[in-house]
């Protein structure tokens, strides 16, 4: 695509008006030229479509973005304050039984009504509005115009012909859905699920005027197809939507507006301008309708990008403006609106939950509302998930009710993350008085479990020469002095020891030295399942484990767990994640074996799954025992989310009391999907799946995240690491920050004094 070129660039620094072109006569592209007009800038619009075409029914606006139109023109504000209808509630229908949680707040109006505010107030301002005529090319318009706005949508011409440079990625989800219309106001935002002979389905429903409302009805693929919707036409789909929610309905028919079953396209691009074109709206990204409007997403960047032409001197420095102002914001609800699909996706997964949790886990799917605001909007809603949940009164938040595996009661929900210090002094695998410290502090700090580093079970084990061990006796006494002291000094605190063999990622730099990158000398030799180096042409090619190896290591495994039965540990996990010895065996990226400890999932098993009975035959009865996995690669053809509910499942059927789900770390290519709570949904769908406890992890790093995770039965237990290295009384804290003062998180006798914030400054 051309760039154009910048005609009156000098003008706009002297504060003379742009010639502006605006793609698109959606809501997005209306206000952008609105604004702009307002603004004293000469601006045309092209729409394709005859003014009074729309498709779709209703419009949701926030507050917020109320409260952005109301600062930024107060006659298209007061047009739609006239219009719209609001309410508070929703409503959850869930086998029949209907949950109602208020608070919430709404504002809707009629997609059509909108556009109509939005056409009066442009002509008003001069805008140019060319109706049921295509856009000149846009290499054209920026040629012709200082600033060319593409509001052209989510099959935007204008970001197709500059692929090249906004380089987009388009992602379809794996559910189908209609929009389709009722007319009667429904009383509340409503989510009614139907569980079909051909599997679930799902209604979203809103009012947008006093007549009418929004009707969406979504299912997964494979449903929709199983259920013959694929071979409807518009009116078939609707009568048969109608039908399948007759209850919601009250009988009334449902109709369509060039309604069609569409798959929702995530759009993502890397950048939003080129030259003086600018994408807006659906034309630079989607956010899944789960959580929102893409009007919304769209009106706000109209006001963003007006708002950034009218305080920069020219137009290049606003189109940076505008992308640096909005991008973390869009990113934000794509992340949040990611995580609402996949929950939809996934709902099979979740019908079986208990009517109030099952509400409470779609109202905080997303996880942008969560425990603690649940809580402010509706006291009583959230006071019954808690009860439901558990706790034992109204002062015990869930985070601080007791949890029990097997003769091991935790008396609360946080447990510190394993997290290698690399602090084992003279390469000996001793644990010494940073050690001591390190997990005392933590222990004195309030979290019901404590956990150590991966200890290893072996000198070639280790993954530095600052790893601990347990092979051999002198650093059982050093664990055991650590262990006395958490049980003398932190009575009702349990220390667990992870147990793990480094495979491939073996003798290499502590890892502020140069993390992964291989020991400069005294190198040890390195073994896995399969002779695949971890980083090729940097790593050490591992030799690929023979049969008499694999008995040697089950050996190391077994006699480091009896020394950690000695030393006093409560619990002992079993390191099978994140490209370590039996994480290679799991995943199909890094065992290429083909003996029976290779190929099929189950081989791949064979291994990790003779380690866990070799140490649970010698780990008391009594204590529980968990393993660490990596419920996926984040790399191609690496484990799947279904090899990740195996695993468990296998893990599960030895003896497993609960199963941490961690993900990658396995390939050194990996491509996280970072973010808040990010590897919680891994935990989630195995809990579902499996049936056994699970240990969260993964930037959770507030307890009213942990919370949430706990009410919605997405966890049991939440791991927390790097708070905990920022505040090791992290527990404690969130107790105060709780006003909760009960058994569940004492404070030692000396830090009582301590247990209040102190006051800041001369307060």
Not at 217 to 244: F, P, Q, T, Y
Not at 592 to 601: E, F, I, K, V
Not at 727 to 748: C, E, K, R, V
Request: glycine share 10%; aromatic share 8%.
């Amino acid at each position: 695509m051309a760039a154009g070129t910048m005609r009156v660039g000098s003008a706009m620094r002297a504060g003379g008006p742009l010639r502006v072109a605006v793609v698109g006569g959606g809501p997005g592209g209306l206000y952008a030229a609105a604004l702009l007009a307002r603004q004293g800038h000469t601006v045309e619009l092209w729409e394709r479509s005859a003014p009074e075409d729309t498709f779709g029914f209703g419009v949701v606006l926030s507050d917020e973005t109320l409260g952005g139109i109301e600062a930024a023109d107060t006659v298209v504000y007061a047009a739609l304050g006239a219009e719209f209808v609001r309410w508070d509630d929703i409503d959850i229908v869930h086998r029949g039984r209907l949950l109602t949680s208020g608070g919430h707040g709404f504002a809707a109006i009629g997609r059509r009504r909108l556009l109509e505010i939005l056409h009066e107030r442009c002509a008003g301002l001069g805008v140019k509005l060319r109706f049921r005529t295509g856009a000149p090319a846009a290499a054209l318009l920026a040629a012709s115009y200082d600033l060319v706005v593409a509001a052209d949508g989510v099959h935007s011409a204008t970001r197709q012909s500059g692929a090249a440079h906004f380089r987009p990625t388009l992602t379809s989800g794996s559910c189908r859905y209609i929009w389709l219309a009722a007319d009667f106001a429904f009383d509340a935002f409503r989510f009614e699920i139907a569980e079909t002979e051909h599997g679930v389905m799902q209604l979203h429903a809103y009012p947008y005027s006093a007549d009418a409302s929004t009707v969406i009805v979504e299912m997964h693929e494979k449903v929709w197809r199983a259920a013959g919707l694929d071979l409807c036409d518009e009116d078939e789909s609707a009568a048969r939507c109608a039908k399948i929610f007759g209850e919601a309905l009250r009988g009334r028919p449902l109709h369509g507006n060039r309604s069609a079953w569409t798959e929702f396209r995530t759009v993502v691009n890397e950048r939003w301008s080129h030259g003086n074109v600018v994408l807006l709206g659906d034309a630079a990204h989607t956010a899944h309708f789960s959580i929102g409007s893409g009007t919304k997403l769209a009106v706000e960047d109209a006001l963003a990008l007006a708002e950034a032409v009218a305080a920069q001197p020219d137009v290049p420095a606003a189109l940076a403006a505008y992308e640096a102002a909005r991008r973390p914001a869009v990113a934000s609800t794509q992340r949040a609106a990611a995580a609402s699909m996949r929950w939809f996706e996934e709902l099979a997964g979740y019908v079986d939950q208990p009517a109030r949790q099952f509400a409470f886990n779609l109202l905080t799917r997303s996880r942008r509302v969560t425990h603690d605001n649940l809580r402010l909007r509706d006291e009583r809603f959230t006071r019954a998930v808690e009860r439901d949940f558990g706790c034992p009164d109204e002062d015990t938040p869930p985070m601080f009710t007791p949890l029990k595996l097997r003769g091991l009661t935790l008396r609360n929900r946080v447990v510190v993350s394993p997290m290698d210090m690399y602090s084992a002094q003279h390469g000996d695998g001793i644990p010494g008085d940073f050690h001591l410290v390190h997990l005392g502090a933590r222990a004195l700090g309030g979290a019901a479990l404590v956990m150590t580093e991966m200890v290893c079970v072996s000198a070639e084990g280790r993954i530095t020469p600052g790893c601990t061990g347990l092979y051999t006796a002198e650093q059982a006494a050093a664990w055991t002095r650590i262990a006395d002291f958490v049980h003398t000094s932190a009575p009702g605190t349990a220390l667990g020891v992870q147990l793990g063999h480094s495979g491939r990622k073996g003798s290499t730099r502590l890892m502020w030295e140069g993390m992964d990158d291989p020991l400069p000398e005294g190198n040890w030799p390195v073994a896995a399942a399969s002779a695949l180096p971890y980083r090729p042409g940097v790593s050490a090619v591992p030799r690929e484990l023979t049969a008499a190896d694999l008995a040697s290591i089950r050996s190391d495994f077994a006699a480091a767990a009896v020394r950690a039965a000695d030393c006093g540990f409560d619990l002992l996990e079993l390191h099978c994640a994140h490209g370590y010895l039996l994480s290679g065996f799991l995943s199909p990226l890094t065992n290429h074996r083909t003996d029976a400890y290779g190929g099929p999932l189950e081989n791949r098993l064979r291994f990790p799954l003779e380690v866990f009975d070799a140490v649970r035959a010698v780990w008391p009865d009594d204590r529980p025992m968990t393993v660490r996995i990596s419920a996926t690669d984040w790399a191609p053809g690496g484990t799947s989310a279904q090899d990740a509910v195996d695993i468990a499942a296998a893990f599960a059927a030895h003896g497993a009391d609960a199963i941490d789900v961690s993900t990658g770390q396995v390939v050194a290519d990996e491509a996280p999907e970072f973010g808040r709570s990010y590897q919680t949904p891994y935990a989630d769908r195995i809990r579902g799946a499996v049936g056994v406890p699970v240990i969260a992890v993964g930037a959770i790093s507030s307890w009213d995240d942990v919370n949430s995770l706990l009410l919605a039965g997405r966890a049991d237990l939440c791991a927390v690491g790097r708070p905990h290295l920022y505040d090791p009384h992290w527990t404690l804290h969130a107790a105060a920050d709780q006003s909760y003062a009960g058994p569940a998180a004492p404070w030692p006798a000396p830090y009582r004094a301590g247990s209040r914030k102190p006051p800041s400054g001369r307060g």
